[in-house]
């Protein structure tokens, strides 16, 4: 039987390898911050920043935002010769992005995917999901591949028979009466 004093020896000595094990590594890391900042000068030690964890999301809007601006850096020593671009502000880049994606449309509105599925509808009487769907894939033309398309349509379709606005029946999808 294994007594008390043997685990007790065999729990120090582990614990005496890992500390040696330990300072080994803290001396390494010593050396090369030592080497570090003898080759680029010592650093600015900046406060620690208190956070209460991982923020995800998107930040809050808020309407009285300040308005942030951007100074431009100053060149302390030599090793600063990269060059540095300036950042834009968010609302420029923002509009830039905008500007972009969206060319100037001439009076066209967009419909959603359920006004464009009554429209097929009241045009026919009952159609099957699947012609539902290719019909409605041949009408635009921002989705290149059906079986994206597909994935866009079938929630719409299922919102769509669980609040009534259209009917299932054998198969088929009809507006209701």
């Known amino acids: 039987m294994i007594s008390l004093d043997k685990i007790v020896s065999s729990n120090l000595e582990m614990l005496k390898s890992q500390e040696a094990d330990l300072l080994k590594s803290l001396s390494f890391v010593q050396k090369a911050k030592q080497l570090f900042q003898s080759h680029w000068g010592p650093t600015p030690a900046a ?67 359920i006004s464009n599925i009554m429209t097929i509808l009241n045009s026919g009487d009952g159609i099957g999901s699947g012609q539902l769907i290719d019909t409605l894939f041949k009408q635009q033309s921002a989705d290149k591949d059906i079986k994206h398309f597909r994935l866009l349509i079938y929630p719409v379709l299922t919102k769509a028979y669980a609040s009534k606005t259209l009917l299932l029946k054998d198969g088929k999808i009809y507006l209701p009466k």
């Open 47 to 113: 406060p620690a920043k208190k956070s209460s964890g991982k923020k995800r999301g998107r930040p809050a809007k808020s309407k009285n935002k300040p308005k942030v601006t951007v100074a431009a850096p100053t060149v302390a020593a030599p090793k600063a010769a990269a060059v540095t671009k300036l950042a834009a502000p968010k609302a420029k880049k923002a509009a830039a992005k905008k500007a972009k994606a969206a060319p100037a449309k001439t009076g066209e509105k967009k419909s959603s995917h």
